[in-house]
């Protein structure tokens, strides 16, 4: 048993496959249907397909926690991240927007790739390590991280799912058993901040919002229940957590095999993003009177 975990099972090479399948899955189903139909056979494919989509993000905050205790440099993994992140925003912004662009920096509306939030994860894990920071900077610290998750994808959920899987790095059970109740605080806290920001923007005081946020979810939770369904993919993550055996892969550190795993994810993921947006949007150079 390795890491609390069964000793033969999938390794990290093998979960990041998956994960890359359930991401493209996910932003097909995206791009081809929509909730909105009247067809109910397209609206369950939608739910099931984005519902697969759902294993992508936590997968690969397990896979971060477990690459921070074996990668040969932190600094060179942050810059990789950064990089990568930074490469990835204008794909991202035209897959979910249809416009090629580094979008608004109004912080309602601003948002970026799950690689800036991969980031920030990582960036947490430094923090948390570091012994030279008094309790006080490092709460202040952490509190700048998770406020800069709010303008990433998933926003602040990798973060806890990443330090949920670095505390518990050798006692994964534990981690697995945590998994539901926080993926479930997370539901309720970024559904209930979303009414939170809407309300800001439209005008209203703070307290108004604060005040108002949780009745107007109550109200409308009836509503947007049969479109948010595919987060339940989440909970059935929970059986590839328990089969993951801790390893990073079947090659050796250096090899070609290990150079691939370790690159595939950061270009596969602009670039998926960009065909995606193409066949969407169409050529975003090509400009019609």
Same mark, same amino acid.
């Given at each position: 048993?390795?890491?609390?975990?069964?000793?033969?099972?999938?390794?990290?090479?093998?979960?990041?496959?998956?994960?890359?399948?359930?991401?493209?899955?996910?932003?097909? /189903? %995206?791009?081809?249907?929509?909730? #909105?139909?009247?067809?109910?056979?397209? #609206?369950?494919?939608?739910? =099931?397909?984005?519902?697969?989509?759902?294993?992508?993000?936590?997968?690969?905050?397990?896979?971060?926690? *477990?690459?921070?205790? #074996?990668?040969?440099?932190?600094?060179?993994?942050?810059?990789?991240?950064?990089?990568?992140?930074?490469? @990835?925003?204008?794909?991202?912004?035209?897959?979910?927007?249809?416009?090629? @662009?580094?979008?608004?920096?109004? !912080?309602? +509306?601003?948002?970026? @790739? =799950? =690689?800036?939030?991969?980031?920030?994860?990582?960036?947490? &894990? $430094?923090?948390? +390590?570091?012994?030279? !920071?008094?309790? $006080?900077?490092?709460?202040?610290? &952490?509190?700048?991280?998770?406020? @800069?998750? %709010?303008?990433? *994808? %998933?926003?602040?959920?990798?973060?806890?799912?990443?330090?949920?899987? #670095?505390?518990?790095?050798?006692?994964?059970?534990?981690?697995?058993?945590?998994?539901?109740?926080?993926?479930?605080?997370?539901?309720?806290?970024?559904?209930?901040?979303?009414?939170?920001?809407?309300?800001?923007?439209?005008?209203?005081?703070?307290?108004?919002? &604060?005040?108002?946020?949780?009745?107007?979810?109550?109200?409308?939770?009836?509503?947007?229940?049969?479109?948010?369904?595919?987060?339940?993919?989440?909970?059935? &993550?929970?059986?590839?957590?328990?089969?993951?055996?801790?390893?990073?892969?079947?090659?050796?550190?250096?090899?070609?095999?290990?150079?691939?795993?370790?690159?595939?994810?950061?270009?596969?993921?602009?670039?998926?993003?960009?065909?995606? /947006?193409?066949?969407?949007?169409?050529?975003?150079?090509?400009?019609?009177?």
């Amino acid at each position: 048993m390795q890491n609390g975990v069964l000793k033969n099972g999938l390794n990290g090479f093998q979960l990041k496959i998956i994960a890359i399948c359930a991401m493209v899955i996910d932003h097909a /189903a %995206w791009v081809f249907l929509r909730p #909105y139909t009247e067809n109910f056979a397209l #609206y369950v494919l939608y739910e =099931i397909l984005r519902g697969i989509g759902r294993f992508t993000m936590p997968i690969m905050c397990m896979l971060l926690a *477990d690459g921070f205790f #074996y990668t040969r440099s932190v600094k060179k993994y942050l810059i990789r991240l950064f990089i990568f992140a930074l490469i @990835s925003h204008v794909p991202y912004y035209f897959f979910d927007y249809g416009i090629f @662009s580094i979008g608004s920096f109004s !912080i309602y +509306k601003f948002q970026t @790739s =799950i =690689i800036f939030n991969l980031f920030l994860c990582l960036c947490t &894990l $430094v923090l948390l +390590k570091t012994e030279k !920071i008094c309790a $006080v900077l490092k709460l202040f610290g &952490l509190s700048l991280l998770f406020l @800069s998750s %709010w303008f990433c *994808d %998933w926003r602040f959920l990798p973060i806890m799912l990443t330090v949920l899987f #670095y505390v518990f790095y050798k006692k994964r059970f534990i981690a697995i058993g945590l998994y539901l109740p926080v993926v479930l605080i997370w539901l309720f806290i970024h559904h209930w901040a979303g009414y939170f920001m809407l309300l800001l923007e439209k005008g209203n005081p703070f307290i108004f919002a &604060l005040q108002n946020a949780l009745p107007s979810l109550i109200e409308d939770f009836p509503q947007i229940l049969p479109y948010k369904l595919f987060f339940i993919g989440l909970f059935f &993550l929970i059986p590839f957590f328990c089969l993951y055996n801790g390893k990073p892969g079947n090659f050796k550190k250096g090899s070609v095999k290990a150079k691939i795993s370790k690159w595939f994810f950061y270009l596969f993921y602009p670039l998926h993003l960009l065909i995606l /947006a193409f066949i969407k949007y169409g050529n975003p150079f090509i400009f019609t009177d």
